[in-house]
């Protein structure tokens, strides 16, 4: 028999509300990178990623960056439900 923590429940919540929203943010700024060239000024073109892989190639490396690190954090909330259950 096992024996569940009196507060596990609210802080799987708290955790799993986290993890869906970074996984909305990593998702929604590929989304606008596609969507508004101009976005990625700022953030991406001067950048580590920018200067590192040049500006021609800065879009798709920095989506596929985004994209390994949601499916991670969709790894996790998949771990965390599965633990509430």
Known sequence: MTAKAAGLGIIHKILMFFVIIN????????VLWLGIPSSRALSLNTGLIGNAVGAGNVLIAGSVILIIVAVVYIVSFLGLFKKMK
Request: proline share 0%.
């Open 23 to 30: 996984i909305i943010g990593d998702i929604g700024n590929v």
